[in-house]
């Protein structure tokens, strides 16, 4: 199912979902009567990047046991570091550009035109990594955008507003850097000639420490690093739920580059998917929220877009190799795999 052949394929699969279900959950519940956060977000997310830096620093060191040896990786790799900044960058700005589109648009229309993340995924997947999706996997994830559409409108009904070029270019915009980051980090992940051979950990380094100087020089120009660094917005984070929503946040993470190295961006939009469905019946049983018509049509418009996919699933573990004359790409997987690729 899904293209998922192995164990250790269905336990990242899973612990990916799980975490990120977990998390839609966690953040649920810190929200207060009025459905507002009783904390400073931007505090938090900053607390985030570091603790996932500092657990790949120590998840290196409980590997090679050698300071050192992580100095001189984090060195000798310098030129991968700047290839991070641009996901890195391209997050933080899709971060910043939810807020100025959040203020144009209502969030169930937000939340629709955001569905096109799937498709747009597969197209950049597609350039980046030189590979043709069958016409079965176009079309399952195209009745898999249909299905996260229809459980978005569930929330309340979309407004009808006035067509704005400049808007509209500007969520499509977002959309961009959030498939384009995702897939660019899965094609760093599984193998530049400058990268493939560097150790996961150390290119998650790279990731956040970029990450958190992103952040930073943002909260500089906007004049905001002072209000989230200041006590009381610190002070605002140590609740315990929001404690772990910030370590639940940060395995998410983790455990997505892992996803991407192993696995792909398109089986990672299938799991986005599938979270909806999973968070549906959670939520009925633990905060009482009512399963809707919508809701009941998304899911079957999923589970039939996990069953079409699941048909001709796109091959994982996908080796990027780099020659001095061209690319190309170079499949690794094993002979069961059925999803097609051209050179």
């Known amino acids: 199912m899904l ?4 164990l250790h394929s269905w336990v990242i ?26 904390y400073n977000p931007t505090t938090v997310v900053l607390l985030v990047e570091c603790l996932k830096l500092i657990i790949c620093v120590a998840l290196y060191l409980y590997q090679n046991q050698s300071v050192m040896a992580m100095f001189h990786a984090i060195i000798s790799n310098y030129k991968v570091m700047f290839l991070y900044f641009v996901p890195a960058f391209l997050y933080c700005l899709y971060n910043n550009l939810a807020f100025i589109n959040l203020a144009k648009y209502d969030p169930t229309s937000y939340s629709v035109l955001s569905q ?5 995924s597969g197209l950049i997947f597609q350039v980046l990594f030189r590979r043709r999706l069958t016409k079965i996997q176009w079309l399952s994830m195209i009745i898999l955008t249909v299905g996260c559409m229809t459980k978005e409108l569930d929330h309340q009904q979309i407004k009808g507003e006035s067509f704005d070029l400049f808007f509209s270019l500007l969520i499509l915009l977002q959309i961009m850097c959030s498939c384009f980051a995702g897939v660019y980090t899965e094609y760093l992940l599984k193998g530049r000639t400058s990268c493939g051979e560097v150790d996961i950990w150390i290119q998650n380094i790279f990731m956040y420490v970029n990450s958190i100087l992103c952040l930073v020089v943002f909260l500089l120009f906007s004049q905001r690093l002072g209000t989230v660094l200041q006590w009381e917005s610190v002070q605002s984070v140590l609740q315990t739920k929001v404690v772990l929503v910030i370590f639940n946040n940060a395995i998410v993470g983790l455990i997505t580059s892992i ?8 089986l990672k939009t299938f799991a986005s998917s599938l979270e909806i469905v999973v968070t549906m019946v959670l939520s009925l049983a ?17 589970g039939f877009a996990i069953q079409l996919y699941s048909r ?6 996908v080796k990027v190799v780099e020659s001095t004359t061209s690319s190309r790409v170079e499949s690794v997987v094993s002979e069961s795999s059925r999803g097609q690729i051209q050179i």
């Open 3 to 6: 293209g998922l052949a192995d």
């Open 13 to 38: 699969f899973t612990s990916y979902m799980a975490f990120s279900v977990n998390q839609g959950l966690l953040v649920t519940a810190t929200k207060d009567k009025d459905n507002q956060y009783n």
């Open 312 to 317: 001709n699933p796109v091959a994982s573990g």
């Open 259 to 266: 996803f991407l190295k192993h696995l792909n961006t398109i």
């Open 286 to 302: 633990i905060f009482g929220i009512p399963v809707t018509p919508c809701a009941i049509v998304s899911t079957l418009a999923v």
């Open 116 to 120: 096109f993340r799937v498709v747009i």
